[in-house]
């Protein structure tokens, strides 16, 4: 008999939540030994604060660079990525500038590219000109459109449970991570690239909790525009580079405990620009890939 199908029906409930920085969780036991988790404090509880778990550098990948122009500046925007970037570029604290953008100039950058923004002249030409620029961004193009929600196992081996699902209490409540997905896993079970796709960005040298929440991962951007990240991975197993295309089925790397995890699993969200934006966004997990192992997985 074949292996039942997982489908996880995602919740569109929307959660009012704070999506600041940091979020503070308070754990503690009831009277009937059942632990608990909540955003509210509670006598006797234990408090945790987690960082996004999402979090991602950008600062040397995309950045602004200056070039003389006569008397004034160029300015242009570097996207060192693979991918392409929306940015927002505004300038302060202006003086001495003549004709300046007014408000925000908002581009999308194509992915390795180097993108002229405009150009600016001292308005009197004996003397300096001043200014500072503010760079806002979001990984992706906000005009892709996603192509169906169906997303194959990306994981060999099982059968394993869900620890957490879509707007889960604990930890996925955030824009970046609400329709996101924790399997637990043992630390060393082959991740694998759910739809193929071009890899973005990857973590590969953290051990245990290390300085990034999200520990080791992999980021693939896929042909509808939308982005699959795969983290907690272990440390050294990323076996894909930057700016390399895998296939549906290509092993990125091996499940782990690194980053902000309470355990060994593999976290899974699917994400997308939606302006100036970057969320996740509702899927769900299909079936296996053609020609692997057909698993069987059920919540808990």
């Known amino acids: 008999m074949p292996a039942p199908l997982l489908h996880l029906a995602l919740l569109c409930l929307l959660l009012c939540a704070s999506t600041a920085d940091a979020t503070t969780v308070y754990k503690y036991r009831d009277a009937n030994g059942v632990i608990h988790l909540t955003d509210k404090p509670v006598k006797g509880a234990r408090k945790i604060v987690f960082p996004d778990r999402m979090e991602e550098h950008l600062e040397k990948a995309v950045r602004v660079e200056r070039r003389r122009l006569g008397r004034g500046d160029a300015i242009w925007i570097v996207n060192d990525l693979y991918a392409p970037v929306e940015v927002e570029l505004r300038l302060d604290h202006l003086g001495n500038v003549a004709?300046?953008?007014?408000?925000?100039?908002?581009?999308?950058?194509?992915?390795?590219?180097?993108?002229?923004?405009?150009?600016?002249?001292?308005?009197?030409?004996?003397?300096?000109?001043?200014?500072?620029?503010?760079?806002?961004?979001?990984?992706?193009?906000?005009?892709?459109?996603?192509?169906?929600?169906?997303?194959?196992?990306?994981?060999?081996?099982?059968?394993?449970?869900?620890?957490?699902?879509?707007?889960?209490?604990?930890?996925?409540?955030?824009?970046?991570?609400?329709?996101?997905?924790?399997?637990?896993?043992?630390?060393?079970?082959?991740?694998i690239a759910s739809r193929g796709g071009v890899v973005v960005k990857t973590e590969n040298r953290q051990s245990g909790r290390g300085r990034d929440p999200s520990g080791n991962f992999v980021r693939v951007l896929h042909a509808d525009g939308t982005m699959a990240v795969y983290l907690h991975l272990s440390q050294g197993s990323v076996r894909v580079r930057e700016g390399e295309r895998v296939r549906q089925g290509t092993q990125l790397g091996l499940s782990g405990n690194t980053g902000n995890s309470t355990g060994p699993h593999l976290h899974f969200v699917v994400q997308r620009n939606t302006g100036m934006g970057l969320v996740s966004i509702p899927f769900r997990f299909a079936e296996p890939i053609p020609g692997l192992p057909a698993i069987a997985t059920g919540g808990r």
Do not use: C
Request: without cysteine; charged residues 15%.
């Open 99 to 191: 004709h300046a953008p007014a408000g925000v100039v908002r581009q999308l950058l194509p992915p390795r590219s180097r993108t002229s923004m405009f150009s600016l002249q001292p308005a009197d030409p004996a003397h300096a000109m001043r200014y500072e620029t503010r760079l806002g961004l979001a990984l992706g193009d906000p005009g892709a459109k996603p192509a169906g929600d169906a997303y194959p196992l990306p994981w060999r081996g099982g059968p394993f449970s869900v620890s957490q699902g879509a707007n889960g209490g604990y930890s996925h409540f955030t824009p970046k991570s609400r329709y996101a997905i924790d399997i637990s896993m043992p630390v060393g079970t082959p991740v």
